[in-house]
């Protein structure tokens, strides 16, 4: 089965898990924010709230980990699959941009994830202020820079979708 064939026959279901994806990696982020951190930031000990707040993240990046890889797959697919980058110069600066701004996400990603690491090592040293403010650097300014590029991919493949 060639890969236009592929892309005809599953184009619904690559779609729906580009969509998933997109929803959780962003949701998620946004929820973390908005909801968990908040929510941990009452716990009263702080060597208990950064302990909680690391192992939080920690289930939380496993889950991004499969998450990222099925809404790069699937974007690589659809993109490719409509193959935007013979078809119009503009919708190619499009599909371009949407991949950056995930790159660009993905970077972020790995650079919260280094400072989980930096965070913990920080916390087992009982340097609790220095892994708090990981941790708040990973909540407030890496998610939410994250959920703003994600957002404008969002908008990004929503003008793709007509097309």
């Given at each position: 089965m060639s890969l236009d064939?592929?892309?005809l026959?599953?184009?619904p279901l690559i779609f729906a898990v580009h969509i998933f994806a997109a929803i959780i990696w962003i949701g998620g982020m946004i929820a973390f924010s908005?909801?968990?951190y908040p929510s941990l930031e009452q716990i009263p000990n702080?060597?208990?709230f950064v302990r909680t707040a690391l192992r939080t993240l920690n289930r939380f990046f496993r889950l991004l980990i499969p998450v990222s890889l099925l809404g790069g797959i699937s974007g690589f697919m659809l993109a490719t699959g409509k193959d935007f980058a013979h078809r119009d110069p503009v919708?190619?600066?499009v599909v371009t941009s949407k991949e950056f701004i995930w790159l660009f996400m993905l970077l972020l990603y790995l650079y919260a994830f280094y400072k989980i690491k930096?965070?913990?090592s920080a916390c087992l040293a009982s340097n609790s202020e220095a892994a708090r403010d990981n941790v708040k650097l990973i909540a407030w300014y890496l998610?939410?820079?994250s959920v703003l590029l994600g957002s404008s991919a969002v908008?990004?493949?929503y003008l793709l979708r007509g097309v």
């Open positions: 064939a592929f892309y026959q599953y184009h908005l909801t968990v702080e060597k208990m919708l190619s600066v930096e965070a913990r998610f939410g820079v908008y990004f493949g």
